[in-house]
């Protein structure tokens, strides 16, 4: 927006201006023949619009305004509009706008003195626009991971284990009931197990059944193929009995602790499992005339081949 002045403040400027008038000779006026950068050059004065302006006068008034600095003003326009005129100054390579009211007597010497004052004020800075503010970088959206799901297991396997004292070798056959979700799988397990050993007194046989819990973590997970490993324990009751002369029959609680290793191969929807356990139980020994027929306690080792749907 250009500067809005009214002439009548400048009144004060026009009897020096009215000395300077006489004083100046007619060849002080505008050749259109001299460019900008000579020092007798006067910019010619275009008006427009129809406002009552002396447009000869207006040029003489205007040139005596400038003077010196005549020689850095290229182009002066004034377009009047009603009783205002919008002054356009070319000065160097810059422009400069601005409006002027018009006094009701002798306009011209209001709007030149305004020329004048236009041309010697300060250039305008320079309009830059502003920078764009850097959007901030949205931060990268994570997706939670999605909560693996629970899906039933069933597990059936046939095993055996051997106690590691008197060589007693149990035939397994167990079920694990439970849950999994990933690699993770946890169940309750229920598991028989049958042995027997000859004396020369006749025959002994034990019967062990256990409930207990079986926890197991993966490993490795390669294609089909998957090793995971977890604890196992077991609650449960060992009946002896022997049918030789003077047989009798024996049971205890029995308690067993274990640690098992599982490799299992997805074949479609069910898998393929073989296991290896090793652990420690406190169950029943069996003694025929004070010796040791069987034993169903302590150290053992097992392995088990089964189907985990």
Same mark, same amino acid.
């Given at each position: /927006?250009?500067?809005?002045?009214? @002439?009548?403040?400048?009144?004060?400027?026009?009897?020096?201006?009215? !000395?300077?008038?006489? &004083?100046?000779? &007619?060849? @002080?006026?505008? *050749?259109? =023949?001299?460019?900008?950068?000579?020092?007798?050059?006067?910019?010619?004065?275009?008006?427009?619009?129809?406002?009552?302006?002396?447009?000869?006068?207006?040029?003489?008034?205007?040139?005596?305004?400038?003077?010196?600095?005549?020689?850095?003003?290229?182009?002066? &326009?004034?377009?009047?509009?009603?009783?205002?005129?919008?002054?356009?100054?070319?000065?160097?390579?810059?422009?400069?706008?601005?409006?002027?009211?018009?006094?009701?007597?002798?306009? =011209?010497?209001?709007?030149?003195?305004?020329?004048?004052?236009?041309?010697?004020?300060?250039?305008?800075?320079?309009?830059?626009?502003?920078?764009?503010?850097?959007?901030?970088?949205?931060?990268?959206?994570?997706?939670?991971?999605?909560?693996?799901?629970?899906?039933?297991?069933?597990?059936?396997?046939?095993?055996?284990?051997? /106690?590691?004292?008197?060589?007693? +070798?149990?035939?397994?056959?167990?079920?694990?009931?439970? &849950?999994?979700?990933?690699?993770?799988?946890?169940?309750?397990?229920?598991?028989?197990?049958?042995?027997?050993? *000859? *004396?020369?007194?006749?025959?002994?046989?034990? #019967?062990?059944?256990?409930?207990?819990?079986?926890?197991?973590?993966?490993?490795?997970?390669?294609?089909?193929?998957?090793?995971?490993?977890?604890?196992?324990? =077991?609650?449960?009751?060992?009946?002896?009995?022997?049918?030789?002369?003077?047989?009798?029959?024996?049971?205890?609680?029995?308690?067993?602790?274990?640690?098992?290793?599982?490799?299992?191969?997805?074949?479609?929807?069910?898998?393929?499992?073989?296991?290896?356990?090793?652990?420690?139980?406190?169950?029943?020994?069996? !003694?025929?005339?004070?010796?040791?027929?069987? #034993?169903?306690?302590?150290?053992?080792?097992?392995?088990?081949?089964?189907? +985990?749907?």
């Amino acid at each position: /927006m250009g500067a809005r002045l009214n @002439a009548a403040r400048l009144a004060p400027y026009a009897a020096p201006l009215v !000395l300077l008038l006489v &004083a100046t000779p &007619a060849g @002080a006026q505008s *050749d259109p =023949e001299k460019g900008s950068g000579d020092p007798a050059w006067t910019p010619t004065v275009e008006v427009r619009g129809d406002g009552g302006l002396d447009a000869r006068k207006l040029e003489s008034l205007v040139a005596l305004e400038l003077g010196k600095d005549a020689a850095r003003v290229s182009r002066v &326009a004034i377009e009047v509009r009603g009783r205002s005129a919008a002054i356009t100054l070319v000065v160097g390579t810059g422009k400069r706008t601005a409006t002027v009211a018009l006094a009701e007597t002798e306009p =011209e010497r209001g709007v030149a003195l305004f020329v004048g004052e236009l041309a010697r004020g300060p250039a305008p800075a320079p309009i830059v626009a502003p920078s764009p503010s850097p959007s901030p970088t949205p931060a990268p959206v994570v997706a939670p991971s999605p909560s693996p799901r629970w899906e039933l297991s069933l597990l059936g396997a046939l095993g055996a284990r051997a /106690m590691t004292t008197r060589g007693a +070798l149990l035939v397994t056959p167990q079920l694990e009931v439970g &849950a999994r979700a990933g690699g993770f799988r946890i169940g309750a397990t229920a598991r028989y197990g049958y042995t027997s050993a *000859d *004396d020369a007194l006749g025959r002994v046989d034990a #019967h062990l059944f256990t409930g207990g819990l079986a926890v197991t973590d993966t490993l490795v997970a390669r294609g089909p193929f998957t090793i995971g490993t977890g604890p196992r324990l =077991e609650l449960g009751a060992v009946a002896g009995s022997g049918d030789g002369a003077n047989g009798t029959s024996r049971s205890a609680f029995t308690i067993a602790g274990a640690w098992a290793v599982e490799l299992r191969v997805k074949l479609g929807p069910v898998g393929v499992l073989v296991a290896g356990e090793a652990g420690v139980s406190r169950g029943l020994v069996l !003694l025929a005339d004070d010796r040791d027929v069987l #034993h169903v306690s302590g150290p053992f080792v097992g392995g088990s081949l089964g189907v +985990l749907f």
